[in-house]
Structures are given as structure tokens and as C-alpha cells.
């Protein structure tokens, strides 16, 4: 009798799990989906802004403070595009099914979005391998 209930539990726990996850991959999908080429170049333009005020970063790379307003002022704009008209019922959903966790979870797409677009762009993706030309070949013998 106890293993028939722990099963029955399991399962009720496993659709309940199933089901609410549901909400935030539809979340996850709709920003995927309906984040424009446009959008990406906003939030890399916005996540490397932000970057460059790392203490390693900001001596290289000054952006001054109203390029960086205006960058903030681009993402707010398209969070509030993309939250309150394109994917407002998915979000609404998961906020409401899943809470604010798995919200932000989905969210963070966003990010990884930025940071995609970025390394996709053939110019950056042979500017980040660039760096083992410089790499002592006897060095890498060490691993043959």
C-alpha cells in the first residue's frame, strides 16, 4: 500500500513538474523567437557597455556616461516591447504558474542572446581564436 501511494504521489508530482515547466519554456521560446536581429544588436551594444565598466575594462574601453544612458534607455525600451506586447501572456504565465525564479531563468536568454550574436559575428569569433598564434608551438608539442 505505501509503495502504491509514493508512485501515485511521484506521478501527481511529475505532471504537476511537467506542466509548470510548460510555462517558462514557452516564456523562453517567445523571447527567442521574437528577439529581432535589431534587438540583438541593442542588447550587445547595452551588455558590452556594461562590461566596460569592469575595474579590469573601464581604463580601455571609456564609454561615456550619456552613450551609456542611451543604451540602457534601448534595452528598457525593448524589455518593455518584448514583456508588455510580444510575449505578455507567456510571461504573465510563468510569473503566475512558476514564479519569479523561473521568470528570470527564462530571462536570461536574453543574455545569452547578446552574447551569441556577439560571438557569431565571424570578426569576433577569429579575434577571440586569434590569441594561439602567439602560443609558443613548443608549448603545444607538451600535448601530442
Not at 501527481?12 to 513538474?17: C, G, R, S
Not at 557597455?49 to 550619456?66: G, Q, R, T, V, Y
Not at 559575428?121 to 594561439?132: D, G, I, K, M, Q
Request: proline share 1%; net charge negative.
Amino acid at each position: 500500500m505505501k509503495k502504491l501511494i509514493l508512485i501515485l504521489i511521484l506521478i501527481i508530482f511529475y505532471q504537476t513538474t511537467s506542466q509548470a515547466e510548460q510555462y517558462s519554456d514557452k516564456f523562453a521560446n517567445c523571447l527567442m523567437q521574437k528577439t529581432t536581429e535589431r534587438d540583438k544588436i541593442v542588447l550587445v551594444r547595452w551588455a558590452f557597455s556594461a562590461m566596460a565598466h569592469h575595474s579590469a575594462l573601464k581604463e580601455e574601453f571609456n564609454i561615456p556616461k550619456s552613450k551609456f544612458t542611451k543604451h540602457e534607455i534601448a534595452v528598457a525600451d525593448y524589455v518593455q516591447y518584448i514583456l508588455g506586447t510580444v510575449c505578455f501572456k507567456e510571461a504573465k504565465n510563468v510569473l503566475k504558474y512558476e514564479g519569479d525564479e523561473a521568470f528570470l531563468k527564462a530571462f536570461e536568454m536574453l543574455g545569452e542572446i547578446a552574447f551569441l550574436s556577439l560571438i557569431e559575428e565571424a570578426t569576433v569569433s577569429n579575434a577571440l581564436e586569434n590569441y594561439v598564434t602567439h602560443i609558443d608551438p613548443e608549448f603545444l608539442r607538451k600535448f601530442d
